[in-house]
């Protein structure tokens, strides 16, 4: 990875590709992987190709890529990493809300202790839980921030509203929404987040659909540039803003240096100009 630029959320500085460790668990994002020693030898090669920030939840297995990470990567030097919490599974690819206070604050700490840390570089809300006050859950997060266990906070999947509220209870570093060349519902989040200098983290980075597909407007665009459709998704990410880190998942390390690459690749404006163009 050469020098791509960075972004700094509470004091701490990160380059703004980073790896997200959700797809290094099971299938269905539960249990463990068929290959263990793969699984750490990614996180290990993301970490050589000067990748500096993680992105995994405790939902990940559950449990099982925050165990990875440490076994791989601790202790962990200048990696940041980023966990999430919120949301309880009950099975493979089932995902349940839950934001009480007492739950936050129990995989809060459960966290710091499978990560093998005494305080979190990032913890942000998996989602918010309509079923709880929101103030609780921001209330909560300020608490977490307040008692040094976490040194940033952040939210996933939420709304400018949203966001605003919770920072009227708790300073927001970082924002991770759907977003991708394909899928830009959350234009006016990133905008938010760019103008209020919120780190924007963008889950599923890469384009998909019919665009992508041989032949489409996003593979044609890429071939013209000797790219794949993944590093041409993930170098408009880092163009569209400078708040945007994007966090590419893949649990093999071809795909991960194919990702990678990414960081040293400039667009033109020719380029952005005919990807604004893409009818989504």
């Given amino acids: 990875m050469t020098n791509q630029a960075t972004f700094t959320y509470a004091n701490q500085t990160v380059r703004r590709l980073g790896y997200g460790a959700m797809r290094i668990t099971g299938p269905g994002v539960w249990g463990w992987p068929n290959d263990v020693d793969q699984a750490r030898a990614v996180l290990r090669r993301a970490v050589e190709l000067g990748v ?4 995994t939840a405790d939902s990940y297995g559950p449990e099982v890529s925050e165990h990875l990470i440490r ?10 990493v980023a966990t999430k919490a919120g949301l309880l599974r009950t099975g493979p690819n089932v995902w349940v809300p839950c934001g ?20 979190l570089d990032l913890f942000q809300l998996h989602r918010v839980d309509p079923t709880v006050a929101s103030d609780e ?12 266990k976490v040194a940033a906070v952040g939210l996933s999947e939420v709304t400018v509203a949203q966001i605003e509220a919770a920072r009227a209870i708790v300073p927001i570093a970082t924002v991770q929404n759907h977003y991708n ?14 103008a209020n ?10 384009a998909a659909g ?13 071939g013209e540039r000797g790219l794949s459709v993944a590093q041409l998704s993930l170098a408009w990410l880092l163009a569209r803003s400078p708040v945007m880190m994007p966090i590419p998942g893949t649990s093999t390390i071809a795909h991960l240096e194919e990702n990678c690459a990414a960081a040293s690749v400039e667009l033109d404006a020719a380029a952005m100009a005919r990807l604004a163009d893409v009818s989504l």
């Fill in 71 to 80: 076994e791989a990567l601790h202790p962990y030097g200048e990696v940041r």
């Fill in 197 to 206: 200098s919120i780190g924007f983290i963008p889950w599923y980075p890469v």
């Fill in 100 to 119: 009480r206070p007492d739950y936050l604050r129990q995989q809060c700490e459960l966290s710091l202790r499978r990560l093998g840390v005494e305080r």
């Fill in 181 to 194: 060349l394909t899928n830009r519902q959350s234009d006016d989040v990133l905008d938010y987040c760019e």
């Fill in 137 to 148: 859950q921001f209330g909560l997060l300020r608490a977490l921030l307040d008692e040094g």
């Fill in 52 to 55: 500096d920030f993680i992105d």
């Fill in 210 to 222: 019919a665009l992508t597909r041989p032949g489409g407007p996003l593979d044609a665009l890429a």
